[in-house]
Nanobody, 127 residues
Framework: QVQLVESGGGLVQAGGSLRLSCAAS????????MGWFRRAPGKEREFVAA????????AYGDSVKGRFTISRDNAKKTGYLQMNSLRPEDTAIYYC????????????????????WGQGTQVTVSS
C-alpha cells in the first residue's frame, strides 16, 4: 500500500515556474514507478510524466516535454515535478500516482496502470 499527498500547487503567471511534491507513505514507494497526471476542466485526464523506481528512466507527455522535469528521492519517499515555462494551458489539477508493480522498468502513460493516487493539487497559470 502507498498513500500519496501532493503539494506545491498555486497561482503563477505565464512563463513562471512551480515545483510540485508528492509525499508518500508505505513501504513500497521506493520500488514503484511514479507518475504525474493532470485533469483540466472539461478535459480528460492527461499523462504528464513518469519515472522508474530507480530514477534511471523517465517519460514525458508531448505537451510538457522540455519544460517539465520529474525526479524522486527515495530516501525521503518524495517525488517531484519541476514545471518551467508554464503556460495557461497547463492549468489543471495535478495528481501523482504509483504503479503497484514493484521493481519494474515499465513507464506506463495509462492511468489504469496506477493503483495509488493522491488527492491532487491545483495549478493555475494566468496569462
Amino acid at each position: 500500500q502507498v498513500q500519496l499527498v501532493e503539494s506545491g500547487g498555486g497561482l503563477v503567471q505565464a512563463g513562471g515556474s512551480l515545483r510540485l511534491s508528492c509525499a508518500a507513505s508505505g513501504r513500497t514507494f521506493s520500488s514503484s514507478t511514479m507518475g504525474w497526471f493532470r485533469r483540466a476542466p472539461g478535459k480528460e485526464r492527461e499523462f504528464v510524466a513518469a519515472i522508474t523506481w530507480s530514477g534511471g528512466s523517465t517519460a514525458y507527455g508531448d505537451s510538457v516535454k522540455g519544460r517539465f522535469t520529474i525526479s524522486r528521492d527515495n530516501a525521503k519517499k518524495t517525488g517531484y515535478l519541476q514545471m518551467n515555462s508554464l503556460r495557461p494551458e497547463d492549468t489543471a489539477i495535478y495528481y501523482c500516482a504509483a504503479d503497484p508493480a514493484g521493481w519494474t522498468t515499465r513507464l506506463s502513460r495509462e492511468g489504469s496502470s496506477y493503483a495509488y493516487w493522491g488527492q491532487g493539487t491545483q495549478v493555475t497559470v494566468s496569462s
